[in-house]
Each structure stands twice: as structure tokens, then as C-alpha cells.
Nanobody, 126 residues
Framework: QIQLVESGGGLVQAGGSLRLSCAASGRTTRSHVMGWFRQAPGKEREFVAAITWSGDSTHYADSVKGRFTISINNANNTGFLQMNSLKSEDTAVYTC???????????????????WGQGAQVTVSS
């Protein structure tokens, strides 16, 4: 089991930027994928982005493509979600997840992840 600890949420004005971090501990391999999901009040959890542990493959939800960037420092097992040009509709609790998954596309399904962080609130004011 991998333990995940997030940091970096907060309040930002529309058009601003935030960066989320996700520190992983435990046994990770190059077969692992880190994903980010978000859940807004009254809505279902939705996929945001995913990256292979090697960092060589990424995948994004259409709603964040071109604005968000996922990355990973596999030397210290920390993943990042850089969020630019934030909109009010990006307001949600953001949670990172990790597991051994066959591809970043398969990472769109939250049920493929067994390890989850505690979540970080991101609030974008308009």
C-alpha cells in the first residue's frame, strides 16, 4: 500500500494559479501511475489528470487540457498538479491517487486506484 499526502490547496481568484503536491511513501515501481481527481459539492468525482511514475506519459481531462500540467519527481516520489488560468468551475476537493495501472488512459477510472490522499480544497473565486 502506498501512502499519499497532499498539500497546496487554497483560495485563488479566477485566472490565478495554484500548485498541488502529492508526496508518496511506500513501495512504488515504474508500473505505477499517479492520478488526480476532483469532486465538487453535489457532483460525482471526476478524473483530472494522470502520469506514469517514470513521467513519460500523461493524460488529461478535456476540461483542464492546456491549463493544468501534471508532473512527477520520481527521485523523491512526489507528484504535482500545476493549475493555471483557474475558473470558478474548477472549485472542488482535489485528491491524488496511485496504483499499478496498465496505462494513463485506464487511470481515468477511479476504481483502478487503491491508494488515495486525504484531499485538498481548491476554491476559485470569480
Amino acid at each position: 500500500q502506498i501512502q499519499l499526502v497532499e498539500s497546496g490547496g487554497g483560495l485563488v481568484q479566477a485566472g490565478g494559479s495554484l500548485r498541488l503536491s502529492c508526496a508518496a511513501s511506500g513501495r512504488t515501481t515504474r508500473s505505477h501511475v499517479m492520478g488526480w481527481f476532483r469532486q465538487a459539492p453535489g457532483k460525482e468525482r471526476e478524473f483530472v489528470a494522470a502520469i506514469t511514475w517514470s513521467g513519460d506519459s500523461t493524460h488529461y481531462a478535456d476540461s483542464v487540457k492546456g491549463r493544468f500540467t501534471i508532473s512527477i519527481n520520481n527521485a523523491n516520489n512526489t507528484g504535482f498538479l500545476q493549475m493555471n488560468s483557474l475558473k470558478s468551475e474548477d472549485t472542488a476537493v482535489y485528491t491524488c491517487a496511485a496504483d499499478r495501472i496498465s496505462s494513463v488512459v485506464a487511470a481515468r477510472l477511479s476504481r483502478n486506484f487503491g491508494s488515495w490522499g486525504q484531499g485538498a480544497q481548491v476554491t476559485v473565486s470569480s
